[in-house]
């Protein structure tokens, strides 16, 4: 892409930048609640291209006048200085204009949401469960790295520890843009703890990454809603609250059926259910749309495809290698631990590749 196309395209970010400016300042927008949460959500994303934008100009600006000055100057040293100066910032230009191509991509609106995060035991009785388990402390001690809050709305154990099913509503900016990496089949291949013959098993479970829908992106209707309370029960299914402050809710027309015993307070745990409810309704006409993205991919990096097997989690030599983007790393414990950082960015970087290739941009 040449200089001249992409000052084209930025010039064109910044007319949107300065309409879109001007939109969030109208009474009768902000009166909009779904307008005008669209319409900021728009704003803080093109800021950083209009940065960008002002950064290219200035070095565009340097290079002319490092390139007047050699063909004008007569002094050797300081035409030299010139050419230093010139090879500086011209390869300064290239490092711009590759970040630029990035923030030129079109984002995906639901990456700036929180996400619900769910993880479930696959194939493998009870050594699945233990790493449905692994896979909570896991991503836990991730979000903790990111500053996001994580809240469990339901969970069931396993019989022998770890959990049949976990369920967390993550809150922060840009959890989902993040965690959707993960969406998919995760298998570990090691000795059970169940062994009594030291063979290895493999063993899975999948983790689902939902956005998390605002309250005015999807309209639930009372009628459609089925509501039952219980008891919430703790470690072994006693009951840790005599009140029937658990909540069970069943969306009729879909048969969606969510639950939510975290909260001491039924009002809490209603709160916390319909939240998810509304998430995993906004979530199918979502997984419409990626599903028409992910059919047009090779690497089906982020497409949300819940049975695609992504990684594999290889204890008995300390191997982690995710299958989308053939990445094998020998650090299990420390990724085991939290330390994701560098999967989800190669798995980023993957995606934004393809990404530029389709665009023509690269």
């Known amino acids: 892409m040449g200089e001249n196309m992409i000052l084209s395209r930025l010039e064109g970010v910044m007319a949107r930048f300065e309409e879109v400016g001007q939109f969030i300042t109208d009474p009768a927008i902000i009166s909009d609640m779904k307008r005008y949460v669209k319409l900021t959500r728009e704003y803080k994303q093109l800021e950083p291209v209009v940065e960008a934008m002002n950064a290219y100009r200035d070095l565009l600006s340097n290079i002319d006048s490092a390139k007047e ?17 010139l090879d500086l910032y011209q390869k300064q230009l290239g490092s711009l204009e590759e970040d630029i191509k990035l923030l030129l991509l079109p984002k995906d609106p639901e990456d700036e949401k929180s996400a619900i995060v769910e993880i479930r035991a696959g194939t493998g009785g009870d050594e699945a469960s233990i790493f449905a388990g ?13 500053g996001w809050k994580a809240s469990t709305t339901s969970f069931t154990e396993g019989t022998v520890g770890g959990y049949k099913e976990i369920i967390m509503n993550v809150t922060g900016d840009g959890v989902y843009g993040i965690m959707k990496y993960e969406s998919g089949v995760h298998r570990v291949q090691r000795v059970p703890q169940t062994e009594t013959q030291g063979r290895v098993h493999t063993s899975a479970a999948t983790v689902a990454v939902l956005p998390e829908a605002e309250d005015f992106e999807v309209e639930v209707k009372q009628a459609d809603i089925r509501k039952d309370t219980y008891c919430s029960s703790g470690p072994g299914g006693q009951s840790v609250n005599t009140t029937y402050s658990a909540i069970r809710l069943t969306h009729i027309p879909t048969g969606i059926v969510v639950t939510c015993q975290d909260e001491k307070s039924q009002f809490k745990n209603l709160d916390k259910a319909m939240k998810e409810l509304r998430s995993r309704l906004y979530n199918l006409e979502y997984q419409k749309r990626m599903d028409a993205i992910s059919s047009k991919r090779k690497t089906m990096v982020s497409s949300g495809d819940r049975s695609a097997k992504i990684r594999t989690y290889n204890y008995p030599q300390g191997r982690v290698t995710d ?6 790393l020998y650090n299990l414990q420390s ?15 993957a995606e934004n590749a393809e990404r530029l290739k389709e665009s023509g941009m690269q």
């Open 69 to 85: 000055m050699l063909s004008e100057e007569k002094d050797e040293e300081l035409k030299e200085m010139a050419r230093e100066e």
């Open 134 to 146: 692994d896979l909570y402390r896991m991503y836990s001690k991730y979000f903790e790295t990111k």
């Open 323 to 328: 299958h989308r983007i053939n990445l094998t």
């Open 335 to 349: 990724i085991i631990n939290g330390d994701l950082q560098e999967v989800i960015e190669k798995l980023r970087m």
